[in-house]
T-cell receptor, first 112, second 117 residues
Framework: QKEVEQNSGPLSVPEGAIASLNCTYS??????FFWYRQYSGKSPELIMF????GDKEDGRFTAQLNKASQYVSLLIRDSQPSDSATYLC????????????FGTGTRLTVIP | SAVISQKPSRDICQRGTSLTIQCQVD?????MFWYRQQPGQSLTLIAT?????????ESGFVIDKFPISRPNLTFSTLTVSNMSPEDSSIYLC??????????????FGEGSRLTVL
């Protein structure tokens, strides 16, 4: 399986701060990247996807992609306690199967 | 968006037995995927289930251990055979929100939490 690496954390930030989550991937040909949020005991839910180099913003979330460095990140501005969860980076398989390969996830805790 | 229902939601099984997990999608989809999430771990893809063909398994997973059925475009089953405690995990069914599977959001079922004693 393709390798997707994340810092497992835990990452703790105070409420209102910016949380920065990072991810690197091994397949240079990868084109599609996703960030999922998973609350404890729940299934993953998609937060953002990004296909092009640069930044993509959606509300308090910004995804950043650098294909040359094989690096994708997620910034969460004005972090809230409800953002406390595990964040999974995922990369789409380019071989035609279209499945996703997931990183190990970063556990984020936002401290009130 | 796609709604994916799985059952059972959880089960406790004895070593050596088999359990079949069912996955129902509320719309027709081309590809369905089965993932495993072991305690404290991320998601690992077991196999891709396409209607009308045999499932495609990832390295480390074999059909004899994890047989999969895909009888139509809305339903799939995963069987965990001859279970051992190492099979204790959450098994997640997933599918894309669009029928083609090439774009769109990958949705997940709520998962089936399996404990093997």
């Amino acid at each position: 399986q393709k390798e997707v690496e994340q810092n497992s954390g835990p990452l703790s930030v105070p409420e209102g701060a910016i949380a920065s989550l990072n991810c690197t991937y091994s397949d240079r040909g990868s084109q599609s990247f996703f960030w999922y949020r998973q609350y404890s005991g729940k299934s993953p839910e998609l937060i953002m996807f990004i296909y092009s180099n640069g930044d993509k913003e959606d509300g308090r979330f910004t995804a950043q992609l650098n294909k040359a460095s094989q690096y994708v990140s997620l910034l969460i501005r004005d972090s809230q306690p409800s953002d406390s969860a595990t964040y999974l980076c995922a990369v789409k398989d380019q071989t035609g199967a279209n499945n996703l390969f997931f990183g190990t996830g970063t556990r984020l805790t936002v401290i009130p | 968006s796609a709604v994916i229902s799985q059952k059972p939601s959880r089960d406790i099984c004895q070593r050596g037995t088999s359990l079949t997990i069912q996955c129902q999608v509320d719309s027709q989809v081309t590809m369905m995927f089965w993932y495993r999430q072991q305690p404290g771990q991320s998601l690992t893809l077991i196999a891709t289930a396409n209607q009308g063909s045999e499932a495609t398994y990832e390295s480390g997973f074999v059909i004899d251990k994890f047989p999969i059925s895909r009888p139509n475009l809305t339903f799939s089953t995963l069987t965990v055979s001859n279970m051992s405690p190492e099979d204790s995990s959450i098994y997640l069914c997933s599918a894309y929100s669009l029928p083609t599977g090439y774009t769109g959001e990958l949705f997940f079922g709520e998962g089936s939490r399996l404990t093997v004693l």
